[in-house]
Structures are given as C-alpha cells and as structure tokens.
T-cell receptor, first 109, second 112 residues
C-alpha cells in the first residue's frame, strides 16, 4: 500500500461549484498533514496545514479523520484560478514528509 | 524579500558530466531538503540537512551528493553515477521542529 494515495483526477468542475478531494495515508503514527498546490511546471506551494479539529481558510476547508486515516480538502465557489494540482502531504518521521502524486483540478467557465 | 532561490531554472548536460544545482535561502531556516519530481510521480526525497555541516540521505540518494557549509546554502551535485538524472529538482527549507516546508522555483535538468 502506498504511504499516501490520491485520486489523480482530473476533476472537471464549472466555476462556482464545490469540489472535494480525499487522500488516504498508511502510517497511523503520522501527526502532521498538509495540502500543497502545484501549478503546471512550478514548485509546490503550501495551501494549508490540516489540524485535528479541521480548519478553514476562506473558501478552503481541510479535515482530518484519524480513525479512517484520510484527510480531505473542500473548495467552495471554485474560481478559474483554482485550476491546479493539489498535493496531499503527510509526515512519516522526524522532519520527513511524503508527498502524494496529486489530484488535478480543472475549473471551467 | 525572503525566500528560496534556485539556479539555473533550466540546465542541459551531456551524459557522463557532473552538474551542481544551487539552492540558497534567506529565511533563516535550519533545515533544507532536496527532492526530485518525475512526471506522474510524487516528490521523492534525495537528501536533507537539519544543521550546518550535517546531512542525511533520503530515499533516493544514490548518484547524488550534497554539502552544507553555510546555513543559507545547500547545493546538490548530480553525478554521472545517477542513472536517470533528467528530472525537475526542488529545494525546500523549514524552521527547526516544523514540518511546513517552503520550496524554491526548481531547476529542470535535462541530460542527453
């Protein structure tokens, strides 16, 4: 089983739609979780950390489900500029992160 | 402006040549990392360094070498022993004790 698994997509949604991505992880000892955004041929950029209680940043909401070992990212009111690949990232040891292969989102007019 | 810089953005080399990729940060971060990204794959850790003059191998260190003589700098050398060196190379840094990593713009290396 891969350490971090994501649906590669693409998820094709119209502007204004709500879309959600899930990501599963295999290491039950993981304590830190993140979502990064990566535009085509660019570096990943930290979108948000995922806390046990869940967290929200504007149109973005991240949730953690430790029992089922998955994290989710919800994007409300999608914008064209949200089109990107979203990387699920999980720590698997001291200072060590594992990156998922990403879920591609395409928002159309 | 604080940030991480990588140079060059694109690099072309012939097989059999060693090449060194630059990574500099002025964020005062203690930890620095090198990853490579191949199409359709997640980022894979090559080397990381938590402190000056110390570094550890990541998951795919074979064919690579690094040094950490200054806090701000963590250059990566891709040696001729690396079998498939063509990739997108990303440098990142983080503060001590934090898992939040911040990336430089990357270097695309093509070896023919």
């Amino acid at each position: 089983r891969k350490e971090v698994e994501q649906d590669p997509g693409p998820f094709n949604v119209p502007e204004g739609a709500t879309v959600a991505f899930n990501c599963t992880y295999s290491n039950s000892a993981s304590q830190s979780f993140f979502w990064y955004r990566q535009d085509c041929r660019k570096e990943p950029k930290l979108l948000m950390s995922v806390y046990s209680s869940g967290n929200e940043d504007g149109r973005f909401t991240a949730q953690l489900n430790r029992a089922s070992q998955y994290i989710s990212l919800l994007i409300r009111d999608s914008k064209l500029s949200d089109s990107a690949t979203y990387l699920c990232v999980v720590n698997v040891g001291f200072q060590k992160l594992v990156f998922g292969t990403g879920t591609r989102l395409l928002v159309s007019p | 402006d604080g940030g991480i810089t990588q140079s060059p953005k694109y690099l072309f080399r012939k097989e059999g040549q060693n090449v060194t990729l630059s990574c500099e940060q002025n964020l005062n971060h203690d930890a620095m990392y090198w990853y490579r990204q191949d199409p359709g794959q997640g980022l894979r850790l090559i080397y990381y360094s938590q402190i000056v003059n110390d570094f550890q191998k990541g998951d795919i260190a074979e064919g690579y070498s690094v040094s950490r003589e200054k806090k701000e700098s963590f250059p990566l050398t891709v040696t001729s022993a690396q079998k498939n060196p063509t990739a997108f190379y990303l440098c990142a840094s983080s503060t001590d004790g934090s898992y939040e990593q911040y990336f430089g713009p990357g270097t695309r290396l093509t070896v023919t």
